[in-house]
């Protein structure tokens, strides 16, 4: 308000000092938005200079410039300066005697101007000339913004009173006007009356004042409450069908968004499937690859069985020949023996009293091995922990293969010792002992190395299973986000694979200890057989020293021959126990992943199936709203008729009553 003030200023060579005050009060009370400068007598040159400043946007809304006896030019300028005015929402110019000129200026400023929603020219005298007042009901048809006009004590007469009814024929915006004490008399009640029929807008016309009949100004009300009524059933629909638009465009916008989202799941759930297919397609690869190994092996190690078979026949055909030769020693030696029997007995004693030690030693090491075993078990359980477990299960191992060792050294230097104490010739005995012992501790080296890998396979094994643990359980975390029973069903699937592969690694554990108890039974023949051979050589060794050894070698051969054999065979039962379980365990993730695939399906379909019943739900309420939205526009347009129908009723009843009246005839014969 203060440039205003400044820029009045520069623009007037004299400016007007109480307009400079009132502006200086205006610019004191900011927030007003108000140009008060009513009871102010303008000069022309003040009405020049804020005909200047108005155009554009002012700084207030509100220009008050009620009696301030404006002359004929002072109110063009202001007026012109108005016309495009953005900001200015009401004007007022009652008490300023505003005539021919003004009222052409009222008429340019309604064509142009497009801000202006209230309009007072109260006590003017625009109806007096009506040149003026028709160009200025002219402009007033042509505006679409005003909402509020007054008019009171403007000397209208009926003509005036026409031409404001064509304007408001033409005026869709007007809401308000006020009439009151001007000159309208009965014609120009009956046109405004009869303007009423199209204007839909105008809510209420005041025409007090007019010598109106009373019967007229019942209809204009009559017409007034029908506008008004109109108006509120339109705003009602309006709201209504903004709504139900809303509601519409959000229910498309939930379908579409639904449909999106259901499409995503459905890629989504179909690249699983198709990864899980591959996946699946190279592990029966693999598996198939693995068979078609497992079927070479097995055919070489029939052949290798075939040719030990054939070696065995050999060497049964030389055991039977030797045993012939022996048989005729032991009938020539039949004398001999009895010298030796009490020696025999002594030494049967000995080796009684080892083998009670060695028995002894050897059930301390297989609880040691049961209790190992259950700790083994208790780890396999607990998952989390397993290398650290399996390396214990190592350091064990170690420590009592050492003890078995250390135990088989201290054996040999206590039978050294009691060797020592026989004859001299028993001296070749305990040397062939010597050897072997030997040969029974590189067995046991090669056994405990076959047992290390054979223990290296079996931590290959579990690391493969906890890959495969791995895998599951991030496929478990990747499937938990999408559906909360299709994760109680992978937790399942994936603790029942846990077990299996718990259960399998127990199977893998018991044959492993199978394997260690039939290698120690077989140490245990081994030595039984050794002492069998020693008590045969003592027998024989006094007389025949060269079949002694021919016959100590066949035995060892056969002994090595029956070992070979039955490792071997050991070997391939375990193999095949391994890829059967092996087998089993794929087949059984197999039907797991099918299981998988058929439940995603079924649930794809329940989705499908779901989403299209609410889409064709979402379609019937969009019907059921269409034709409620039919229903109310039928029951609009039979209200519009049914009032155009009380209208002309109405009209007619008017018409008649004038002509029945005396004021009618009158009027007739004139």
Same mark, same amino acid.
């Given at each position: 308000?203060?440039? !205003?003030?400044?820029?009045?200023?520069?623009?007037?060579?004299?400016?007007?000092?109480?307009?400079?005050?009132?502006?200086?009060?205006?610019?004191?009370?900011?927030? +007003?938005?108000?140009?008060? =400068?009513?009871?102010?007598?303008?000069?022309?040159?003040?009405?020049?200079?804020?005909? +200047?400043?108005?155009?554009?946007?002012?700084?207030?809304?509100?220009?008050?410039?009620?009696?301030?006896?404006?002359c004929e030019e002072g109110v063009k300028l202001l007026l012109h300066g108005l016309c495009s005015n953005t900001s200015v929402k009401s004007l007022d110019l009652k008490g300023n005697n505003l005539r021919n000129v003004g009222a052409e200026a009222l008429g340019k400023?309604?064509?142009?101007?497009?801000?202006?929603?209230?309009?007072?020219?109260?006590?003017?005298?625009?109806?007096?000339?009506? &040149?003026? !007042?028709?160009?200025?009901?002219? /402009?007033? /048809? *042509?505006?679409?913004?005003?909402?509020?006009?007054?008019?009171?004590?403007?000397?209208?007469?009926?003509?005036?009173?026409?031409?404001?009814?064509?304007?408001?024929?033409?005026?869709?915006?007007?809401? &308000? $006007?006020?009439? +009151?004490?001007?000159?309208?008399?009965?014609?120009?009640?009956?046109?405004?009356?009869?303007?009423?029929?199209?204007?839909?807008?105008?809510?209420?016309?005041?025409?007090?004042?007019?010598?109106?009949?009373?019967?007229?100004?019942?209809?204009?009300?009559?017409?007034?409450?029908?506008?008004?009524?109109?108006?509120?059933?339109?705003?009602?629909?309006?709201?209504?069908?903004?709504?139900?638009?809303?509601?519409? $465009?959000?229910?498309?916008?939930?379908?579409?968004?639904? !449909?999106?989202?259901?499409?995503?799941?459905?890629?989504?759930?179909?690249?699983?499937?198709?990864?899980? /297919?591959?996946?699946?397609?190279?592990?029966?690869?693999?598996?198939?690859?693995?068979?078609?190994?497992?079927?070479?092996?097995?055919?070489? $190690?029939?052949?290798?069985?075939?040719?030990?078979?054939?070696?065995?026949?050999?060497?049964?055909?030389?055991?039977?020949?030797?045993? &012939?030769?022996?048989?005729?020693v032991k009938q020539e030696q039949a004398s001999m023996a009895e010298c030796h029997f009490m020696e025999l007995q002594q030494q049967k004693q000995e080796g009684a009293v080892r083998e009670g030690k060695l028995l002894h030693d050897l059930s301390a090491a297989s609880?040691?091995?049961?209790?190992?075993?259950?700790?083994?078990?208790?780890?396999?359980?607990?998952?989390?922990?397993?290398?650290?477990? $399996? !390396?214990?299960?190592?350091?064990?191992?170690?420590?009592?293969?050492?003890?078995?060792?250390?135990?088989?050294?201290?054996?040999?230097?206590?039978?050294?010792?009691?060797?020592?104490?026989?004859?001299?010739?028993?001296?070749?005995?305990?040397?062939?002992?010597?050897?072997?012992?030997?040969?029974?501790?590189?067995?046991?080296?090669?056994?405990?190395?076959?047992?290390?890998?054979?223990?290296?396979?079996?931590?290959?094994?579990?690391?493969?299973?906890?890959?495969?643990?791995?895998?599951?359980?991030?496929?478990?975390?990747?499937?938990? /986000?999408?559906?909360?029973?299709?994760?109680?069903?992978?937790?399942?699937?994936?603790? =029942?694979?846990?077990?299996?592969?718990l259960e399998h690694l127990e199977e893998k554990l018991r044959l492993m200890t199978e394997s260690r108890n039939e290698a120690q039974n077989c140490c245990i023949k081994q030595k039984q057989m050794i002492a069998e051979a020693q008590a045969k050589a003592n027998q024989?060794?006094?007389?025949?020293?060269?079949?002694?050894?021919?016959?100590?070698?066949?035995?060892?051969?056969?002994?090595?021959?029956?070992?070979?054999?039955?490792?071997?065979?050991?070997?391939?039962?375990? &193999?095949?126990?391994?890829?059967?379980?092996?087998?089993?365990?794929?087949?059984?993730?197999?039907?797991?992943? +099918?299981?998988?695939?058929?439940?995603?399906?079924?649930?794809?379909? *329940?989705?499908?199936?779901?989403?299209?019943?609410?889409?064709?739900?979402?379609?019937?309420?969009?019907?059921?709203?269409?034709?409620?939205?039919?229903?109310?526009?039928?029951?609009?347009?039979?209200?519009?008729?049914?009032?155009?129908?009380?209208?002309?009723?109405?009209?007619?009843?008017?018409?008649?009553?004038?002509?029945?009246?005396?004021?009618?005839?009158?009027?007739?014969?004139?």
């Amino acid at each position: 308000m203060e440039e !205003f003030r400044r820029a009045y200023a520069r623009l007037c060579v004299a400016p007007q000092e109480p307009v400079l005050q009132r502006l200086r009060e205006l610019g004191a009370a900011p927030g +007003r938005g108000r140009l008060d =400068l009513a009871a102010q007598s303008l000069s022309l040159e003040t009405c020049g200079a804020l005909g +200047r400043l108005l155009p554009g946007a002012a700084p207030f809304a509100e220009v008050a410039l009620g009696d301030c006896g404006l002359c004929e030019e002072g109110v063009k300028l202001l007026l012109h300066g108005l016309c495009s005015n953005t900001s200015v929402k009401s004007l007022d110019l009652k008490g300023n005697n505003l005539r021919n000129v003004g009222a052409e200026a009222l008429g340019k400023l309604l064509r142009q101007n497009k801000s202006i929603r209230s309009l007072i020219l109260e006590w003017n005298s625009l109806g007096v000339w009506e &040149e003026g !007042f028709s160009f200025f009901c002219q /402009g007033l /048809g *042509a505006n679409n913004f005003l909402q509020q006009l007054d008019l009171r004590n403007n000397q209208i007469n009926h003509q005036g009173a026409g031409d404001l009814a064509m304007a408001l024929k033409q005026n869709a915006s007007l809401q &308000e $006007l006020d009439l +009151r004490w001007n000159n309208i008399g009965l014609l120009g009640g009956r046109a405004l009356l009869n303007c009423l029929h199209s204007n839909k807008t105008l809510k209420r016309l005041e025409l007090a004042g007019n010598n109106v009949p009373s019967d007229i100004l019942k209809a204009v009300e009559q017409a007034m409450n029908h506008n008004q009524d109109r108006e509120t059933i339109l705003n009602e629909t309006q709201n209504r069908t903004y709504i139900l638009s809303k509601e519409v $465009l959000s229910l498309k916008d939930e379908n579409t968004k639904q !449909f999106l989202d259901l499409m995503d799941t459905i890629d989504k759930q179909r690249e699983e499937i198709a990864r899980s /297919g591959r996946i699946s397609a190279a592990r029966v690869s693999q598996l198939q690859e693995a068979l078609d190994e497992q079927h070479s092996i097995m055919n070489s $190690l029939k052949a290798k069985l075939q040719m030990t078979e054939a070696a065995l026949a050999l060497s049964e055909q030389k055991v039977h020949n030797l045993g &012939e030769l022996l048989n005729a020693v032991k009938q020539e030696q039949a004398s001999m023996a009895e010298c030796h029997f009490m020696e025999l007995q002594q030494q049967k004693q000995e080796g009684a009293v080892r083998e009670g030690k060695l028995l002894h030693d050897l059930s301390a090491a297989s609880e040691k091995n049961l209790l190992l075993r259950n700790q083994v078990d208790e780890l396999e359980k607990k998952c989390k922990v397993q290398q650290d477990q $399996l !390396f214990q299960v190592k350091q064990d191992l170690t420590n009592r293969t050492a003890e078995l060792k250390l135990r088989a050294i201290r054996a040999e230097e206590h039978l050294e010792m009691e060797k020592k104490r026989f004859k001299q010739s028993l001296e070749d005995m305990e040397s062939l002992r010597v050897k072997e012992v030997g040969h029974m501790t590189q067995h046991i080296e090669t056994s405990e190395r076959s047992m290390q890998d054979r223990i290296q396979r079996l931590e290959a094994i579990r690391i493969a299973l906890e890959e495969e643990l791995s895998q599951v359980k991030a496929a478990a975390l990747a499937e938990r /986000g999408r559906a909360e029973e299709e994760l109680m069903k992978v937790r399942n699937q994936a603790r =029942l694979e846990e077990r299996q592969q718990l259960e399998h690694l127990e199977e893998k554990l018991r044959l492993m200890t199978e394997s260690r108890n039939e290698a120690q039974n077989c140490c245990i023949k081994q030595k039984q057989m050794i002492a069998e051979a020693q008590a045969k050589a003592n027998q024989l060794s006094l007389h025949a020293d060269g079949l002694r050894r021919r016959l100590e070698e066949l035995q060892q051969d056969l002994k090595s021959k029956e070992e070979e054999k039955v490792t071997e065979v050991n070997k391939v039962k375990v &193999e095949l126990q391994e890829h059967i379980g092996h087998l089993q365990a794929e087949r059984t993730a197999q039907d797991g992943l +099918r299981e998988k695939i058929a439940a995603l399906e079924r649930q794809l379909k *329940a989705l499908s199936s779901s989403h299209r019943e609410a889409l064709l739900d979402k379609e019937s309420e969009i019907s059921v709203l269409l034709e409620k939205l039919r229903t109310k526009e039928a029951d609009i347009s039979r209200m519009k008729e049914e009032e155009a129908q009380r209208a002309s009723f109405l009209q007619n009843a008017i018409m008649a009553y004038v002509q029945g009246s005396p004021l009618g005839t009158h009027s007739s014969r004139k």
